[in-house]
């Protein structure tokens, strides 16, 4: 069974912080965002697909996203075996948000019947990394 955690801390800061952006946030897989956008029904972006090997935007149409006011924010896992150039240009022109500013010790749990999709490719066993990128 998949099961994964939202960390509340996180979510109550990008909530927060949120200055009228489409999405919460965007990471490389959808694994990572179904259960906030379960929780919460707002939007999350993944970048990757469903498990981080379906690229679905280049770096110029991300930077039209920014630039529009789409996301700003960007969780990264530290297994990031998806779209290496998206991943180099957030963390390049992205400020990394201290997990002091939302580190939560409490969290809700989601859970699936789908199998097999907890610990993949940018899977909740990894350490994130939160950055903020704007235009």
């Given at each position: 069974m998949f099961?994964s955690k939202?960390?509340t801390g996180?979510l109550s800061y990008?909530?927060?912080n949120?200055t ?7 990471t ?12 919460t ?6 970048l ?17 996203f ?6 700003k ?22 400020t990394?948000?201290s997990?002091?500013?939302y ?5 809700s ?5 789908q ?11 990894n350490?994130?990394t ?5 235009s």
């Open positions: 099961t939202v960390d996180l990008l909530q927060e949120n009228g952006e489409e999405y919460l946030f965007a490389l897989t959808t694994v990572i965002a179904a259960p906030y956008i379960i929780h029904d707002e939007s999350v972006m993944a990757d697909g469903f498990n981080g090997t379906d690229p679905i935007l280049t770096v110029s149409e991300l930077k039209k920014i630039k529009e006011g789409k996301v924010y960007f969780l990264l896992s530290s297994d990031n075996s998806g779209n290496s150039e998206l991943v180099s240009w957030i963390k390049k022109n992205g990394v948000i997990s002091d500013d580190s939560s010790s409490s969290s749990t989601s859970s699936s019947i199998q097999g999709m907890i610990g993949g490719p940018g899977g909740s066993h350490q994130q939160l950055y903020e990128v704007t």
